[in-house]
């Protein structure tokens, strides 16, 4: 299996702009994470789906985060407008059916918003 | 909900000695315990875990303990090698629920 797939690996765009993250979980996990990882506030959980269906974005930060899942295959992170203060690495996880497995996660996309 | 606290949040140890990293959870539903290790500018990377039916688990150099009855859980690294140097998280779950991951710890290796 090739794993969580991220992309894009690293972003730079300019404040105000819409940014788009992408995610392609393992085949078979059907629970997807949306993490955020910065120096000050380290992992943070932004939202989670399971079986496609949103569960808990009590993580996401405000009104200009949105995430979706279509299907079992693919996920979306979308920040619109951006700001600075939203550079940070962006994991996506995922984890099979059951209640005692970890979770995998993607590379990361590395967001500068300048 | 759950609450994990991890110390120290940095340690530095020479090479070939051990090193301990602690973590305390408030859930005592919590059964499932993995630890993540995370090289710099890479993922965060499974590398041990530990259910709660068990108290002892061990993978070569490193092994994780669990006590339930105080609600903690520690990873132990012995014969410490450079490439041991790393940010270290432990996670706890409770059945269905989200892993709740405690503040990371910064471990150095020092050769």
């Known amino acids: 299996d090739a794993g969580v797939i991220q992309s894009p690996r690293h972003e730079v765009t300019e404040m105000g702009q819409e940014v788009t993250l992408r995610c392609k979980p393992i085949s078979g996990h059907n629970s997807l994470f949306w993490y955020r990882q910065t120096m000050m506030r380290g992992l943070e959980l932004l939202i989670y789906?399971?079986?496609?269906?949103?569960?808990?974005d009590s993580g996401m930060p405000e009104d200009r985060f949105s995430a979706k899942m279509p299907n079992a295959s693919f996920s979306t992170l979308k920040i619109q407008p951006s700001e600075p203060r939203d550079s940070a690495v962006y994991f996506c996880a995922s984890s099979p059916p059951g209640h005692n497995y970890g979770y995998t996660f993607g590379s990361g996309t590395r967001l500068t918003v300048v | 909900g759950e609450n994990v606290e991890q110390h120290p949040s940095t340690l530095s140890v020479q090479e070939g000695d051990s090193a301990v990293i602690k973590c305390t959870y408030s859930d005592s539903a919590s059964n499932y315990f993995p630890w993540y290790k995370q090289e710099l500018g890479k993922r965060p990377q499974l590398i041990i875990d530990?259910?709660?039916?068990?108290g002892e688990k061990k993978d070569q150099r490193i092994a994780v303990t669990l006590n339930k009855t105080a609600k903690h859980f520690s990873l132990h690294i012995t014969e410490t090698q450079p490439e041991d140097s790393a940010v270290y998280f432990c996670a706890a779950k409770s059945g269905a629920q989200k892993l709740v991951f405690g503040q990371g710890t910064r471990l150095t290796i020092n050769p």
């Open positions: 530990i259910r709660s039916n068990v």
């Open positions: 789906f399971n079986n496609n269906v949103p569960i808990d």
